[in-house]
């Protein structure tokens, strides 16, 4: 762990600032294993879950006095990150967004695997195949987290959910939500390798409607790519194909209110 | 009527193109009263809703031999609108997208107020106060088709359904379901002068969960703001105010997603 450190940083061609920059670029954040969340609250939510930014940049405006950014200030510098106060045109400047939050975390990727979730651990897991907006991805996660839900297993090639616009969408969760990404085939064999029901939302044959049916726990729920949803092979191989009414013109929901519909058609089961 | 017209427009500073484009800035949208919608899939929704565009834009290549597309210039010429063979350099300009549809149409703004609705029309409307995202707002629209709603009112400075990224999200949705742009007080006055039990998805005092109301048609759904929630004021005039349990460490669900678990509560209860 190295020493605590606070130090300041004014001029918009400081080599840190220009290196943090880059995570809005996926193919940096997948380099430096790093992303960056944005505002007070958000940093606030993972400190409290015991996740701690290894860079924090605060603005002195706003955030100075703030008692939440007084504990996130003394929270890193306690675990070993290190803190620079700065200026709103150097937050502008990494967040990539005209009016910045008055704070900016920079979080290590926790490149959660399969073996490393407890599946007993919740009643709920989210599980979304090709997963193509940030924002959906984001909302899943916030979803998750209000349902009780252990996480969210992203397969195949979803989007990614450390770019900025999912973190902000998570709202926090994603610092409270396992996340891991995976290919079909692995999570497959890791679902049958213990209990588990998987739970897939389908628009084809052989579907039954979402209430008729009872869900046990831990319940998989598998919701596919947004424009195309499921493969019809992941769709057949789930335990149960279930269907939201459709009562317009429209045959399908946007994917994360169609999880979020399912997810808390269980949570009530459970509730009852 | 004006007749019925075909032609065709290869030149990027076609005045017309240039007109169009503007479409995409909602000071243009709001004085042309004119907006755009893109796809063939949701060109053919509005078809098939009876609603058609004054001007559309195919690109040769893809669409020309779609029957849908066909479908589409013969519905759109029959209807007085003129048709306009291009290129998808041009769709790009008007889209503002790298990888247009091959479809874009241009459509008058319905302009519906709140004494053109039938309240009794439908079960359920959706009720949103100062919507600011887009995609949340055309996910309402897509999820209010789906449960069969009548139509989404937007209350307050609300951001525009109009914008690309809003007609995006509503798969269509923003030509089957019905749309009103006002006020809080013009609302509750029109709200009040008939049947309809106003239900406030509130995060403060005095609510009751959800699924314990026995909701009463036509049942109108208010969503508040996605930072801020409803004004106190605004959930205390509701008849109901309910809360979704919330298991995790979040207090709220994203806007869309909180109108769609409650929509879909709504109807479940109607179809029991």
Do not use: C
């Amino acid at each position: 762990m190295a020493t605590a450190r606070r130090s300041r940083i004014e001029s918009l061609s400081n080599p840190l600032v220009k290196r943090m920059r880059l995570l809005r670029e996926k193919r940096h954040r997948r380099a430096e294993g790093l992303f960056l969340a944005e505002g007070l609250r958000i940093a606030t939510e993972a400190r409290e879950a015991g996740v701690l930014p290894q860079w924090l940049f605060l603005a002195d405006e706003g955030a100075a006095g703030h008692p939440l950014a007084k504990a996130l200030v003394e929270a890193t510098l306690a675990g070993g990150g290190e803190v620079i106060d700065t200026t709103p045109a150097i937050l502008s400047k990494l967040s990539g967004k005209d009016n910045p939050q008055t704070v900016v975390g920079i979080y290590a990727e926790p490149k959660t695997r399969l073996g490393d979730l407890d599946r007993a651990a919740a009643p709920i897991w989210l599980v979304a195949e090709r997963l193509r907006d940030p924002g959906n991805l984001g909302t899943m996660l916030r979803t998750g987290d209000a349902v009780g839900a252990g996480g969210l297993i992203l397969l195949d090639e979803s989007t990614d959910p450390y770019a900025v616009e999912a973190v902000r969408a998570s709202m926090g969760a994603i610092f409270t939500q396992r996340l891991v990404q995976t290919h079909w085939d692995d999570f497959l064999a890791w679902l049958r390798a213990g209990p588990g029901e998987l739970v897939a939302t389908w628009l084809g044959k052989d579907t039954k409607d979402y209430q008729a049916v009872r869900y046990a726990a831990p319940t998989f729920i598998l919701i596919g790519n947004e424009s195309q949803g499921l493969p019809e092979a992941y769709a057949a191989a789930a335990d149960v194909r279930v269907k939201m009414p459709m009562m317009g013109k429209a045959d399908s929901l946007n994917a994360a209110v169609a999880g979020a519909v399912m997810a808390y058609e269980v949570l009530n089961q459970r509730r009852r």
